[in-house]
Structures are given as C-alpha cells and as structure tokens.
C-alpha cells in the first residue's frame, strides 16, 4: 500500500470499524447494538474496497447490511423484551476470558504469518472470473449450498406455521 | 460502438467534462497547488446545483409532482406563489426551516437526530455511478449496478432508526413495515436486475449502455417484465403512494415520520423525491438505454436526453401516485412473494435459456429482434397465466354497492359466517 491516500483511507476505516465494534459490545441497548454492527459491517467493506475487491465489498454491503441486519433489527422488534438492556447479565466475566483467548489466538497467527506484499492486484478478481469460478470448478459444492439454504427457508416456514393461519390462507 | 462526435473542445456542450477541465487547467496554472482540487468540489456543487438539483429536484419534483397530481384528481394544486406558483416548493422550503424541530422526551435523541443524516447521504452516494454522457460518470467502476443496488439498501436502516428512536408505536409501525417490506421486496428486485445482466453480461452500468448502443434495441423490449417487477419493487421500496404502507397516513398517522417536524421532515421529504429520481436515472440506465437514443445523442447532449429519460420514468412514478389506491400491508407482503418473486423466477429461467441460444449463434445481432418480440408475447402471457393460476381476476366495475363479502374481499377468520 503506496502513497498517501490508500493508508489514510486504512486508517480512518480501521478507526472506524474498531470503534464500531467496541461500540457493539459496550452499548447498552440491544438496537444500538445492532447499529453499531452494521457501521462495522461498512468498515469491513470498505477494507475490501482497499484491497481491489470490489465485488466482495460489494457482495459486503448488500448481504450484511442490506439482508443481515435488517434481518436481526426485524428479530430484535419481534422479540419481546428485547428493549431491556444487557446490565445485569451474569454472563461477563465468561465472555471476557473468551475475548482474551480469542485475541491472543488472532494475535498469535497474524505476528507468525508471513505476509506476503502485492504491488498490484491480481488479475482474476473481478465478478466475471468468480462467476465462472463458482459456476464451472465448484459447481457442486455452490448447488449444494442453495439447496440446503432452501430447504432451511421452507423447514423455518413449516415450523412456524400455526393451523390457524393454514385455515385463513386455505380461505382467501 | 458508432464513433462518437464529441470533441474535446470546451465549447462542446455534449460532454461538460470539457468545460470543467478547461476552467481546472487553466487555474492550476495560477493557482498554488491544492487550490484546484477545493475550486473542482465547488464547481461540481455549483453546476450540479444549477444544471440537476434546481431544475430537478424543486421545481419537477416537488411543484411538478403536485400540479401533475392536481391534475389528474381535478384540483388546482398550488398557485399562489410567483408565477403559476412556480415558487411554491421555495417557499415551503423557507417555512420548514423556521420551523421548530421537536424532538419526544422520552425519544431516543442521538439515534432520532442523525436518522436524516443517514437518509441522505446515500441518495447523493447513488448518483456516483450512473452516467449522464459518454465519459460523463464520476465513479466507472466494473461492479456499479452491485453499488447501486448495495447503497439503496441504507436508507432502510435510516428509515428504521427514526421510526424506532421516536418512541410512538405509529412511527415503531412504520419502522417494521418497512423493515417488512424491505426484506419482502429486495428478492423480486434483485431478480428481475439479474434478468437485465443475464441478457447484457455485464454489472456495469456504463457496459449495459454500451450493450444498448451496439444493439440498437433498449432492455424495456428485451425485458418488460424485468421493467414491471423493477418498477413496483422499486416504488414499494421507496414507499411511493401506491404501496406506501410505512407511512399510510390513514392507518398510522405518518409512519416513521409521525414524530418529526422542521427540517428534519423536510430532509425525509425532499430525499424521497431524490431516492425516486435517482431510482428513475437507474432505470433509465438499465431499461432504457442511458444517455444514447439510436444516434441522436451525436448531435444532442447525452446528459439531456439522459435527464429527459429520468424524468419519463419519474413521471411514471407520479402517475401510479396519483391515481392508484394504496394496498393494505399483507396485500403487499402476498403480492411480492406470491406473484413478484414467481415472476422474476420464470423471467431468469426464460433470459438465461435466450442467452444460452444466443451465444450459440455468435450474438447474432438479429436474433435479439427476435428474443425481444418472444419476451413481450411471453411476459404478457405470464402474467396473465400466473394471476390466473392464483386466482386474481380482473375486476368488473359495480353498478351498485356490495358487502365485502360479496366483492371477495377480507373478512377476518373470526367473523366468517
């Protein structure tokens, strides 16, 4: 990453991201929560944006921001008692241990890694060679995937299904 | 792709890049370094202020959009302010301002005050990709149709975040509908775009215009029913009268923005029309072939006939505005997922077969004539087929009243008979 412009974009995205993320964790209100994930998902993206992946940042924004979390916002209304805060939860202490652990984890790999540096991106990265990629070599493994998300969307649906919505739909 | 007349001279109008360039060049040889880079953001605001946002967004958004709908529902609409009343959105625009922007006690007041922040910084992101002339888009980068599509789903959140900071369970019923909404309306949407990029093989908004002007023909004829499904995605996406649930003022006050005043409705106002035009600029992108119009655009501006396009679709959505009944919510949700998402699934199904003939004849280019006049035949007899199929039928017009029952209208579980 050369020149002025690419790491000041880095840094501000980093400050960004992180903050977001700190905010995820220490914001009281569940829906603050999710707002401040959502600002983090946009910082992810803008990182892809960094490294030339432009379909994958992209791809990023809709499916995370776009899908997922307005997802979760729906989830969070429906939910009931989902407006009380997370104050008295017993469940910090546990959650802390396991960020150190997975901190020094995450640490660990990126201090051992040898990180390779391109001057350029590499050719092969834009939608058209990931399209022929998933449709040609992994095929199969892309099919199984939307079948088993299809199945998944139908069994969530019959699940939640009460009888006395199959005989109001049955009637109109 | 016919050779292009466009010069590089300043005088050239068909690409105001020129000018501007003209004008930077001849500053950086005056000015000390840097200077230049503040003097193109200020011209960019002045002429996108002057050329797109005055003419545009005041004077055929707010006042055309009432006049027009004055119009069609036999009323006057304003005509009081400056000539015919031209100067009426300016007006509305000062009174806003004065106004006093309350804000709920018991609101939540950081998430309340930069919901309009987040609802506008999108619908001017959108403009970034879309292009008005040949080399006249300020961002061309290979996947713009995914940008546009990835940004016009922020202003969802921002929507919600008002609705929710408000504290009113009016605005809290808007914000999950529109959430509803949202989540029902992306899928039919996204599905009749894939239709347009099957077709072109490409998600680049300069390369579909591009495809339009090799072949001479506009997506709308390869891919009405992509149109159609766009076109009510789009206006249920942005909650245009026919479908907008969020804010039925008869049902929950004014939605999401019950508990908003000032300036900070206004900002919601006034982005609303920016969200429909830039939805319309997008659509004419796509379904209408951009800036070109089977060579006319050596000889007229592209940009002009680019805006005249936009302002085509725009009126289209002033008149589904103006005359249609609003739907009831789950109308909307069955709609979407019964008819929409069907829809746009058999549209891929039928564009990629077309596409894979196609690439068998070496992209013909007659044979795009052909998949276009299939593709009208087919779409109206799928819709026709499919409404069918899920019972709707056309309605006759009563000549005396009936009970609900009679008309095949809802009756709640409880009180059938």
């Given at each position: 990453m050369e020149g002025f412009g690419p790491s000041f974009a880095f840094w501000v995205l980093a400050a960004l991201t992180l903050v977001a993320a700190g905010g995820v964790m220490v914001s009281r209100n569940l829906l603050h929560a999710v707002l401040f994930l959502i600002l983090t998902f946009i910082g992810v993206a803008?990182?892809?944006?960094?490294?030339?992946?432009?379909?994958?940042?992209?791809?990023?924004?809709?499916?995370?921001?776009?899908?997922?979390?307005?997802?979760?916002?729906?989830?969070?209304?429906?939910?009931?008692?989902?407006?009380r805060d997370n104050g008295e939860t017993r469940w910090a202490l546990p959650g802390i241990l396991l960020a150190v652990c997975l901190a020094a984890i995450f640490l660990f790999v990126v201090h051992d890694t040898a990180w390779n540096t391109v001057d350029e991106a590499p050719?092969?990265?834009?939608?058209?060679?990931?399209?022929?990629?998933?449709?040609?070599?992994?095929?199969?493994?892309?099919?199984?995937?939307s079948v088993l998300l299809t199945a998944a969307l139908v069994g969530a649906i019959m699940l939640t299904r009460s009888p006395e919505e199959e005989a109001e739909d049955a009637l109109v | 792709m016919t050779p292009f007349l466009v010069s590089d001279k300043w005088y050239d109008i068909r690409d105001l890049g020129n000018l501007s360039r003209e004008i930077l060049e001849a500053a950086d040889r005056i000015l000390p370094f840097g200077v230049v880079y503040v003097l193109a953001a200020l011209i960019g605001f002045v002429a996108s202020f002057l050329l797109f946002v005055l003419?545009?967004?005041?004077?055929?958004?707010?006042?055309?959009?009432?006049?027009?709908?004055?119009?069609?529902?036999?009323?006057?609409?304003?005509?009081?302010?400056?000539?015919?009343?031209?100067?009426?959105?300016?007006?509305?625009?000062?009174?806003?301002?004065?106004?006093?922007?309350?804000?709920?006690?018991?609101?939540?007041?950081?998430?309340?005050?930069?919901?309009?922040?987040?609802?506008?910084?999108?619908?001017?992101?959108?403009?970034?990709?879309?292009?008005?002339?040949?080399?006249?888009?300020?961002?061309?980068?290979?996947?713009?149709?995914?940008?546009?599509?990835?940004?016009?789903?922020?202003?969802?959140?921002?929507?919600?975040?008002?609705?929710?900071?408000?504290?009113?369970?009016?605005?809290?019923?808007?914000?999950?509908?529109?959430?509803?909404?949202?989540?029902?309306?992306?899928?039919?949407?996204?599905?009749?775009?894939?239709?347009?990029?099957?077709?072109?093989?490409?998600?680049?908004?300069?390369?579909?215009?591009?495809?339009?002007?090799?072949?001479?023909?506009?997506?709308?004829?390869?891919?009405?029913?992509?149109?159609?499904?766009?076109?009510?995605?789009?206006?249920?996406?942005?909650?245009?009268?026919?479908?907008?649930?969020?804010?039925?003022e008869s049902e929950i006050v004014a939605g999401y923005l019950t508990e908003y005043s000032g300036m900070k409705w206004g900002l919601f106002y006034g982005m609303d029309i920016?969200?429909?035009?830039?939805?319309?600029?997008?659509?004419?992108?796509?379904?209408?072939?951009?800036?070109?119009?089977?060579?006319?655009?050596?000889?007229?501006?592209?940009?002009?006939?680019?805006?005249?396009?936009?302002?085509?679709?725009?009126?289209?959505?002033?008149?589904?505005?103006?005359?249609?009944?609003?739907l009831r919510a789950d109308q909307l949700m069955a709609f979407a997922w019964k008819f929409l998402l069907p829809l746009g699934v058999f549209n891929l199904l039928i564009v990629s077969t077309e596409r894979m003939l196609w690439s068998e004849q070496d992209y013909a280019k007659g044979l795009i004539y052909v998949f276009a006049l299939v593709n009208i035949v087919l779409s109206v007899a799928l819709v026709y087929a499919w409404a069918r199929f899920n019972g709707y039928r056309p309605e006759q017009t009563p000549t005396r009243p009936r009970l609900v029952k009679q008309a095949g209208g809802y009756i709640p579980v409880g009180e059938r008979s």
């Amino acid at each position: 990453m050369e020149g002025f412009g690419p790491s000041f974009a880095f840094w501000v995205l980093a400050a960004l991201t992180l903050v977001a993320a700190g905010g995820v964790m220490v914001s009281r209100n569940l829906l603050h929560a999710v707002l401040f994930l959502i600002l983090t998902f946009i910082g992810v993206a803008g990182f892809f944006v960094l490294l030339s992946a432009d379909f994958i940042a992209m791809a990023q924004v809709i499916i995370y921001v776009g899908a997922i979390a307005v997802l979760v916002l729906f989830a969070v209304l429906l939910t009931p008692r989902s407006g009380r805060d997370n104050g008295e939860t017993r469940w910090a202490l546990p959650g802390i241990l396991l960020a150190v652990c997975l901190a020094a984890i995450f640490l660990f790999v990126v201090h051992d890694t040898a990180w390779n540096t391109v001057d350029e991106a590499p050719a092969g990265l834009d939608a058209r060679a990931l399209g022929t990629a998933l449709l040609t070599t992994w095929v199969v493994p892309f099919e199984i995937a939307s079948v088993l998300l299809t199945a998944a969307l139908v069994g969530a649906i019959m699940l939640t299904r009460s009888p006395e919505e199959e005989a109001e739909d049955a009637l109109v | 792709m016919t050779p292009f007349l466009v010069s590089d001279k300043w005088y050239d109008i068909r690409d105001l890049g020129n000018l501007s360039r003209e004008i930077l060049e001849a500053a950086d040889r005056i000015l000390p370094f840097g200077v230049v880079y503040v003097l193109a953001a200020l011209i960019g605001f002045v002429a996108s202020f002057l050329l797109f946002v005055l003419p545009s967004q005041l004077i055929v958004g707010v006042y055309g959009e009432r006049r027009i709908i004055g119009r069609m529902q036999s009323r006057l609409g304003p005509n009081r302010v400056g000539p015919f009343g031209l100067l009426q959105p300016i007006a509305d625009a000062i009174k806003l301002i004065q106004k006093e922007a309350l804000t709920p006690t018991r609101a939540d007041r950081a998430v309340m005050y930069i919901a309009p922040i987040v609802f506008v910084m999108p619908a001017v992101l959108l403009w970034a990709v879309i292009p008005f002339g040949e080399n006249m888009v300020i961002a061309d980068i290979p996947v713009s149709l995914m940008y546009f599509l990835a940004v016009s789903s922020l202003p969802v959140i921002a929507t919600f975040m008002a609705g929710w900071s408000a504290n009113n369970k009016y605005s809290l019923f808007g914000a999950m509908r529109i959430v509803s909404m949202a989540i029902s309306y992306e899928s039919p949407l996204v599905l009749a775009l894939l239709g347009a990029v099957v077709m072109t093989g490409t998600i680049s908004l300069s390369g579909m215009v591009a495809w339009a002007d090799e072949f001479n023909i506009w997506m709308v004829f390869v891919q009405p029913l992509a149109l159609v499904i766009y076109f009510i995605c789009v206006s249920a996406e942005l909650n245009r009268t026919p479908v907008d649930i969020a804010e039925a003022e008869s049902e929950i006050v004014a939605g999401y923005l019950t508990e908003y005043s000032g300036m900070k409705w206004g900002l919601f106002y006034g982005m609303d029309i920016g969200y429909a035009l830039a939805a319309s600029g997008f659509a004419a992108t796509v379904f209408l072939g951009g800036w070109t119009f089977f060579g006319l655009e050596q000889w007229v501006p592209g940009w002009l006939i680019f805006i005249a396009k936009t302002h085509l679709f725009y009126f289209l959505f002033i008149w589904t505005r103006g005359t249609l009944p609003r739907l009831r919510a789950d109308q909307l949700m069955a709609f979407a997922w019964k008819f929409l998402l069907p829809l746009g699934v058999f549209n891929l199904l039928i564009v990629s077969t077309e596409r894979m003939l196609w690439s068998e004849q070496d992209y013909a280019k007659g044979l795009i004539y052909v998949f276009a006049l299939v593709n009208i035949v087919l779409s109206v007899a799928l819709v026709y087929a499919w409404a069918r199929f899920n019972g709707y039928r056309p309605e006759q017009t009563p000549t005396r009243p009936r009970l609900v029952k009679q008309a095949g209208g809802y009756i709640p579980v409880g009180e059938r008979s």
